[in-house]
C-alpha cells in the first residue's frame, strides 16, 4: 500500500494547498491524476489503456489478497449459514408479493399464477446457483462485480456494475418512500399525512418524506456498527415476517373454496399467460444478489454459502406459490382487488383484521430489504473502490467494526437526498434492466470460468468456446427474447409459435457443442452448479428471454446509464484502474527477480521435527475436517505454512513412555467386558477387601455426606474418566430447539382439556402462566449452574459440587427411574396416537399374550422400535440428532400455529364467560398439575458439554425455549376457550373435539400428527440426556465406570445410551400405559427444588471464604425458607378454602430471605451469566416446587419412599465404596507426577510463520 507524504515547506500554497493535496492523494491518488500534464497524457493514451482493460482479466488471487488489502482492515468473519439464509429471506420477501400476486392472478393468468411464481423461482434458482459458485470460490465483498472482472475484464465488470449502482440508488429510495405509505395503512391514515409538502419545489418532488429518510439513516447506522449485530436484528424480524406470512397462508386455507380454482388457466390460455405471469413475478425474487458480497464475512464460505443462498431462495419459492394458492382458493379470480388483494379477500370471508398484520409483514418485508440492500450497496461499492475505479477513499474499512464506513455512508447520503424529494411514482419508473443483465453475465462468465483457462485451453477449444456462446446468446436466447417481445400484444402469449421453433434448435446446438466437443478446464473448487452447461446456459436464456418483455423505456434509461457510466469510466475509471493495474506488475516482477527465497531460507532455519506416534489413533479436531491418523510426522520440505504456537498436552490417562525416535502415548481399550470394567476400585479387588470396607461404612458415609466436590474437579479430572471428549458441536439454535423438543410433548393437548372443564375454565391460561413462571425460575438456576459447570452430568453434577455425593446420587436415582418410567409411558403413547392417525386402535398394533399377567400382556414392538432408532440417533451424532430435531421440531411449531390460527378463526368471545368459574383456587390448583407440562427442559443442561460457546449458548437456548414454549401453551389455551365453552370440552381429545364441533374434524388429524411428532422429539432428547446424565453419574463411579466411556469417533456415550435404551425398552414392551401412569413419581420437583437450593449454598458459601457467623446465618435462614415452604404445602394438601395457614407461613419464608439479602454477604459471583435478584428468585423456586409437591397424590410419596431405599442400599452396598475409593485415588493422585506427561512447546515457534 503506497503512502504519499507531503512537505510543508515545499508547498507553495501553504497549509491551503496541502489540504487539497491530501483530499487529491485521498480521491485521486493515481499517476494519471498527479497533475495536469499527466491526465492529459493519459486521456491521449486512452485507446491503449482502454483495450487493455477490456483484454485484460483479473485472477482470483488478485482478489482475494491485492483488493482486499487495499481497505487497509479486514472486515469481520462473523457470519454463518444461519445469517445467510435470513439475510436471503429478508433479500428477497418484500411488499411486492402482496400487490403482483392479484395483478398478475386478475390480468395475465388466473389460479394459474402458483405456476408462474413456480417457474420464476426455479429461474431464479438457476442464477443463485451460478452466484454461490462464485461466491465460493472468490469470496470476496465484490460479488457479481469481481466475479466478471475475474472472467470477463474491467470494463464489462464496470459497465454491469456502474448501472446496478444507479438501480440502488433509485431502488432504495422508492423503498423508502414506500415504507411510509404502509406505515401510514398501518395507523390508518394516508400518506400524505407523514409527508411535508413545499410549494415552492416542482410538482413531483415537492412532498418531502422525513420518515423515509429516517429509516434508512437507522438503517445504515445499524449496519455500520456491526454485521452480526445486523443479522441478529434481521434474522429475528425475518422469523416474525414468516411467521406472519404462515398465519396469513393458515386463515386464507382455513377459508378455501375449491371451486374457486376452476378454471384454471382461462381465458388466458396455458402458455401466454404463465410466461407474462412469470416475467412479472420474477422481479419478486431479485434481491438476493446482495447476500454474495457478504461472503468476505462468512466464516465458512464452501458451507456456508450454498446453504444460505439455496435455502433462502428454496424458502421464498415455497412461501410464494403457497401465498398464490391462498388468494385465488379464498376469491374468484375475476373478482381479486389489485391494489390490496390480500387485505380485501379477508374481508370478503370476514376476517377484515387480517389488513393489519399484512400491512405488518409487508413493513417489515421492507424493512428487511433496506437492511439487507445497506450492507450489499456499501460492500460492492467498496470492492469497485478497491479497484480504484472508484475513489480509493470509499474502499477503507473501519478497524474496530469490520465494516466499510464510507461506501455506507455515501449510499446513505445519496438514497436519503433521492427518497426526501422524488415521489414513489417517479422512482419507481426510473427501475431498470441493470439486475437482469447482471444475471445473464454472471452466468456467461461461469461458462467462461468452467471452460476457458488461460495457458490450459487450446486455440481450437477456444474457438469452439465463442461459436457455443454466439449459438447460445445471439441466434438462439436473443432472438427468442425479440421474438417474445414483438408479440407480446397478443392476448396469447406471441400468438405464432414459428419464431421459437427456429432459434430454440440453436440455443440447444449451443450447448450440446459446449457438452461435447469443448472439455472444461476448470473444476470448483468446493460447491460447484451442477449439469454445467445446462443450468447456466438455461439461466442465459431465461434472463434473456426476459429482457425481452421489458418496455421500451427502460431500455432507454438502461442506454441513458450505460452512457453515463461509460463517460466516467473513459474520463476516469479507467486510467485509475490502469495505473493501479501496472503498479501491481512492477511490484511482481521485483519480487520474483529477487536474490533471497524467504521460505527457503526459513526451511532451512527449522530444526529437527520429532515424530509422534499415537496408540490408539486419535483425532486431529480441525474446524473444517478430521482425520484419523496413528502417525503423525512434521517434514519441513513438504510444509507451506507453519503456525506454531505456545502449548502444553497432559496425558492423565493410560500409560506413557518414551520410544525410539519420537515418543509413544499408549492409552486403554475403549470397550472390554472384564469385571476391572464395572468395579476396578481397591474395596472390590477380593471379598476381604470388599469386607473391610462395610466395616468402614460409618466412617466413609461420613466422609461422603460431607465432602463436597469441585468445579475444576468436575470439569477436568472427572471428565477425564470417559477417556474421550464429546465434541463440542452445539450452538444456542441447537439448544433452544432441544428445549422445545424436550417439553413440547403430547400432554398438552389432553392436560388442557382436563384443567379447563373440571378445574380452572377458561382461566387456565392464567395456570399455564403461573405454571411457565414457576418453571422459567427453575430455568434460571440450571442456566446458572450449566454456564459455570458445563458438564454431562447436569443437576447431579451441580449438587455434588454444592451438596455433596450422598445427596446428589439419591435425587439421580430417582431421576433415572423417572427417566425410564417416563421413556416406556412416552412410547407405548407413541403407538396410540399412530393408531389414532391411521384409523385404529391402539391394540391392533400390539401383540397379546394371554400366558402373561393382565396388565403386562400387551406387548408393544412399535414402542421398542421407536426407542431403538430414537436411541440410534442419539449415539450416532449428536450434531445429527440436533439437526432432526430441529427440522422436526420446527414442523412441530408450524402445526401448533396451525392449530391455533385455524381455531382462532372460530373463535366465539361469548365461550370466555364466565372467566375463572372455579375462582382463585382453581388456576393455581390447575397450575400445579400443567407445570408438568414444562418438564423436560432440564435435559438440556446435560448437553452443556457439547456447547461451542456456553456463557453464549447456553442462556439463550434455555431461556429463550421456555419463553417460547410458555407462549405456545398460553395461546393453545386461549384457542380452545375460545372455540368452546369450557363444560362441553372433551376431557380425553379437547382440540379434535374442539375442531370437529366447528366442522373441521380433519383437523384430528393435524392435532394426532403434532402429537406423535412431540413425542418422537421428547424421546429423542431424552435418549439425548439421560445418556449423558447417567454417564457423568458412572465417572465418578457410583455406577459401573464402564457407562461412563465416551465413544472416540462420534464423541457419544455410547454404553449408557444403549444400556438406559434397552431397560426402556423392556418396560415398554410388557408394561401397560396405565400401571405407567400411575409410577410416574415426584423426582422432578425434588431435584427442581435441589438444584435452587444448591444455588443459595453456592452464592453464600464458599470454602475458606464465608465465616463460621456466615455459614450459621445461612443454615437458619435456609430452615425459615424450607421450612416454611413446607408448612405452605402441607396446608394446601389439608385445606380446601382457608387462608390463615398461609398467613402464618409466609412470614417466615419473608424472614429468611431478608436475613440472606441483609445479613449474609454473597461468597461467590457467577463469572458469565447468573440468576437475576438473588436470593428471592431461588428462594421462590424453592418454595413452589415444594407447593407444588404437596398437590401430588399419597401413592406418589409411597413409591417415591420405596425407591428412595433400593436407591440408599445400592449405595451403601457398593456406590459409596465405588466413589470413596476413587475420591481417595484422586487426592493421592494429586501430588505425583508419574502418570502425567507434560510436553511443552516454548514461547519462541519452532518454525517461522510465512506470509
Known amino acids: 500500500m503506497t503512502i504519499y507524504h507531503h512537505n510543508i515547506n515545499n508547498n507553495k500554497d501553504g ?88 395483478l398478475e392472478a386478475k390480468y395475465h393468468v388466473g389460479p394459474a399464477v402458483v405456476i408462474a411464481y413456480f417457474f420464476s423461482g426455479v429461474s431464479a434458482m438457476l442464477s443463485v446457483f451460478c452466484y454461490t459458485e462464485f461466491a465460493v470460490d472468490i469470496p470476496v465483498a465484490g460479488s457479481s462485480f ?40 398501518l395507523c390508518n391514515h394516508k400518506p400524505d399525512d407523514f409527508r411535508i409538502t413545499v410549494d415552492a419545489l416542482p410538482e413531483d418532488y415537492n412532498h418531502l418524506d422525513p420518515i423515509a429518510v429516517l429509516v434508512l439513516l437507522f438503517i445504515s447506522l445499524l449496519t455500520l456498527t456491526t454485521t452480526k449485530g445486523s443479522s441478529r436484528l434481521n434474522s429475528i424480524a425475518s422469523i416474525f415476517h414468516l411467521l406472519a406470512i404462515l398465519v396469513i397462508i393458515v386463515a386464507g386455507l382455513v377459508n378455501a373454496n375449491p371451486k374457486n380454482y376452476t378454471p384454471f388457466t382461462v381465458p388466458f390460455g396455458a402458455g401466454g399467460g404463465i410466461f407474462r405471469a412469470s416475467k412479472v413475478v420474477f422481479f419478486s425474487y431479485v434481491g438476493f444478489e446482495a447476500v454474495p458480497t457478504m461472503a468476505e464475512e462468512t466464516e465458512n464460505p464452501g458451507r456456508d454459502i450454498p446453504i444460505g443462498l439455496i435455502g433462502s431462495m428454496f424458502i421464498a419459492t415455497c412461501l410464494y406459490c403457497l401465498l398464490a394458492i391462498t388468494l385465488c382458493l379464498m376469491q374468484p379470480y375475476n373478482q381479486i382487488n389489485t391494489n390490496d388483494p ?69 449510499m446513505l447520503t445519496a438514497n436519503a437526498f433521492i427518497a426526501l424529494f422524488t415521489s414513489l411514482d417517479d422512482l419507481s419508473n426510473l427501475l431498470s434492466i441493470a439486475t437482469l443483465f447482471i444475471f445473464m453475465l454472471v452466468a456467461v462468465a461461469l461458462l467462461i470460468r468452467r471452460y476457458f483457462v488461460a495457458g490450459v485451453t487450446t486455440k481450437l477449444d477456444r474457438i469452439k468456446l465463442i461459436v457455443c456462446l454466439v449459438l447460445i446468446l445471439g441466434s438462439s436466447s436473443t432472438a427468442s427474447a425479440t421474438y417474445w417481445g414483438l408479440n407480446n400484444q397478443n392476448e396469447n402469449g406471441g400468438g405464432c409459435w414459428i419464431g421459437y421453433v427456429v432459434s430454440m434448435p440453436f440455443w440447444l446446438i449451443g450447448t450440446v457443442g459446449l457438452w461435447v466437443f469443448v472439455p472444461q478446464a476448470r473444476s470448483p473448487k468446493l460447491w460447484g452448479v451442477p449439469l454445467v452447461p445446462w443450468l447456466p446456459s438455461a439461466s442465459i436464456g431465461i434472463n434473456i428471454f426476459f429482457l425481452g418483455s421489458v418496455d421500451v423505456n427502460s431500455f432507454i434509461r438502461f442506454a441513458v446509464r450505460t452512457g453515463i457510466v461509460l463517460v466516467y469510466y473513459l474520463l476516469v475509471g479507467v486510467h485509475a484502474s490502469f495505473d493501479k493495474a501496472k503498479e501491481y506488475e512492477k511490484k511482481r516482477i521485483k519480487e520474483l527477480h529477487h536474490d533471497t527465497n524467504p521460505f527457503e531460507k526459513n526451511l532451512q532455519q527449522l530444526p529437527p521435527v520429532v515424530p509422534l506416534v499415537f496408540s490408539p489413533p486419535i483425532h486431529n479436531k480441525s474446524k473444517n475436517r478430521q482425520d484419523t491418523f496413528s502417525h503423525l510426522s512434521l517434514q519441513p520440505e513438504s510444509l507451506k505454512r507453519i503456525f506454531i504456537y505456545k502449548y502444553k498436552i497432559k496425558i492423565k490417562m493410560g500409560r506413557t513412555e518414551e520410544g525410539d525416535g519420537g515418543i509413544v502415548i499408549r492409552g486403554r ?77 403430547a400432554g398438552i393437548f389432553v392436560l388442557t382439556g382436563i384443567q379447563t372443564k373440571e378445574v380452572a375454565g377458561p382461566a387456565v391460561v392464567l395456570s399455564y402462566a403461573v405454571a411457565a413462571v414457576s418453571a422459567m425460575l427453575s430455568v434460571f438456576c440450571y442456566t446458572e449452574f450449566a454456564v459455570e459447570i458445563p458438564v454431562a452430568g447436569g443437576s447431579f453434577a451441580y449438587l455434588r459440587v454444592e451438596l455433596g455425593d450422598f445427596m446428589a446420587f439419591i435425587a439421580a436415582g430417582n431421576i433415572l427411574l423417572e427417566c425410564l418410567i417416563g421413556g416406556a409411558a412416552v412410547a407405548r403413547s407413541w403407538t396410540s396416537y399412530f393408531a389414532t392417525l391411521c384409523n385404529q386402535k391402539p391394540a391392533d398394533f400390539r401383540i397379546v399374550v394371554s400366558s402373561l399377567p393382565k396388565d403386562y400382556n400387551q406387548l408393544d414392538p412399535i414402542a421398542v422400535v421407536v426407542l431403538m432408532v430414537t436411541c440410534a440417533l442419539a449415539v450416532a451424532s449428536i450434531k445429527g440428532s440436533s439437526r432432526f430435531n430441529y427440522v422436526a421440531s420446527i414442523v412441530h411449531v408450524l402445526v401448533i400455529l396451525f392449530i391455533i390460527v385455524a381455531g382462532l378463526s372460530k373463535a366465539d368471545p361469548n365461550n370466555y364467560t364466565p372467566f375463572a368459574p372455579f375462582g382463585t383456587r382453581g388456576i393455581f390448583k390447575a397450575s400445579a398439575v400443567l407445570f408438568f407440562a414444562y418438564g423436560g427442559f432440564d435435559g438440556i443442561a446435560t448437553m452443556a458439554e457439547e456447547t461451542k460457546n456456553p456463557g453464549r449458548d447456553i442462556p439463550i437456548g434455555l431461556v ?23 363444560q362441553q370440552v372433551d376431557e380425553n381429545a379437547p382440540f379434535s373435539v374442539a375442531f370437529e364441533a366447528v366442522g373441521m374434524g380433519w383437523a384430528k388429524y393435524i392435532v394426532a400428527a403434532g402429537a406423535l411428532k412431540g413425542m418422537t422429539s421428547v424421546l429423542l432428547v431424552g435418549a439425548v440426556s439421560q445418556g449423558r446424565y447417567l454417564t457423568h453419574i458412572a465417572r465418578t463411579h457410583m455406577m459401573p465406570p464402564w457407562l461412563a466411556h465416551v465413544h472416540e469417533r462420534t464423541g457419544t456415550p455410547i454404553n449408557a445410551s444403549v444400556v438406559l435404551a434397552a431397560a426402556t425398552a423392556v418396560i415398554a414392551l410388557f408394561t401397560d400405559l396405565d400401571i405407567l401412569s400411575d409410577l410416574l413419581s415426584i423426582s422432578t420437583l425434588f431435584i427442581f427444588m435441589l438444584v435452587s437450593l444448591a444455588l443459595l449454598v453456592r452464592r453464600y458459601y464458599a470454602t475458606g471464604v464465608s465465616t463460621h457467623a456466615d455459614r450459621l446465618k445461612l443454615v437458619a435462614c435456609l430452615v425459615l425458607i424450607i421450612g416454611s415452604s413446607v408448612a405452605t404445602s402441607v396446608y394446601w394438601g389439608l385445606s380446601d378454602d382457608g387462608w390463615i395457614g398461609y398467613a402464618g407461613a409466609l412470614p417466615f419464608w419473608l424472614l429468611g430471605n431478608t436475613g440472606l439479602w441483609l445479613f449474609v454477604p454473597q461468597a461467590r459471583f457467577p463469572k458469565v451469566w447468573g440468576v437475576p435478584l438473588v436470593p428471592w428468585l431461588p428462594s421462590a423456586s424453592i418454595g413452589i416446587n415444594i407447593f407444588l409437591i404437596g398437590s401430588i397424590d399419597k401413592a406418589s410419596f409411597v413409591r417415591f419412599a420405596v425407591w428412595t431405599v433400593i436407591i440408599l442400599i445400592y449405595y451403601l452396598f457398593v456406590g459409596l465404596h465405588a466413589s470413596f475409593d476413587i475420591a481417595k485415588e484422586s487426592e493421592s493422585h494429586q501430588n505425583q507426577n508419574d502418570a502425567t506427561t507434560q510436553l511443552e512447546i516454548k514461547d519462541q515457534p519452532a518454525g517461522v510463520l510465512v506470509p
Open 15 to 102: 497549509g491551503g494547498g496541502m489540504k487539497w493535496s491530501h483530499i487529491r492523494n485521498t480521491f485521486l491518488p493515481e499517476e494519471s491524476f498527479r497533475s495536469w500534464g499527466n491526465y492529459a497524457r493519459a486521456l491521449k493514451d486512452t485507446p491503449f489503456r482502454f483495450k487493455d482493460r477490456l483484454l485484460a482479466r483479473s485472477s482470483d488471487t488478485t482478489e482475494l489478497l491485492e483488493m482486499k488489502a487495499l481497505s487497509r482492515h479486514d472486515m469481520k468473519k462473523s457470519l454463518n449459514w444461519w445469517d445467510l439464509l435470513w439475510f436471503g429471506i429478508g433479500a428477497v420477501i418484500g411488499s411486492n408479493v402482496f400487490i403482483l400476486t392479484g
Open 146 to 185: 469481481a466475479y466478471l472482472r475475474v472472467e470477463l475484464g474491467d470494463f464489462i465488470s464496470f459497465i454491469a456494475a456502474g448501472n446496478i449502482l444507479l438501480e440502488y440508488v433509485v431502488g432504495g429510495p422508492a423503498f423508502a418512500r414506500a415504507w411510509t405509505y404502509y406505515f401510514a395503512a
Open 342 to 410: 390480500f387485505s380485501l379477500a379477508f374481508e370478503t370471508v370476514g376476517m377484515g383484521w387480517a389488513k393489519y398484520l399484512i400491512a405488518a409483514a409487508a413493513l417489515k418485508g421492507i424493512t428487511s430489504v433496506l437492511l439487507v440492500a445497506a450492507l450489499g450497496q456499501a460492500r460492492y461499492l467498496t470492492h469497485i473502490a478497491r479497484t480504484q475505479m472508484m475513489p480509493s477513499w470509499l474502499a477503507r474499512v473501519n478497524e474496530r467494526t469490520g465494516t466499510p464506513v464510507n461506501a455506507t455512508l455515501t
Open 669 to 745: 481399550r475403549l470397550f472390554r467386558c472384564s469385571k476391572d470394567d464395572f468395579l476396578p476400585e481397591e474395596s472390590f479387588k477380593s471379598w476381604g477387601n470388599y469386607a473391610r470396607a462395610l466395616k468402614d461404612t460409618p466412617f466413609r458415609l461420613k466422609d461422603r455426606l460431607l465432602t463436597r466436590s469441585l468445579d475444576i474437579t468436575e470439569l477436568v479430572e472427572v471428565k477425564a474418566r470417559s477417556h474421550n471428549d464429546m465434541k463440542k458441536k452445539l450452538n444456542w439454535w441447537d439448544l433452544m430447539w432441544f428445549g422445545i423438543g424436550a417439553v413440547i410433548g
Open 960 to 982: 429463550g425455549s421456555m419463553a417460547i414454549i410458555a407462549l405456545l401453551y398460553c395461546l393453545l389455551a386461549v384457542t380452545l376457550c375460545l372455540m368452546q365453552p369450557y
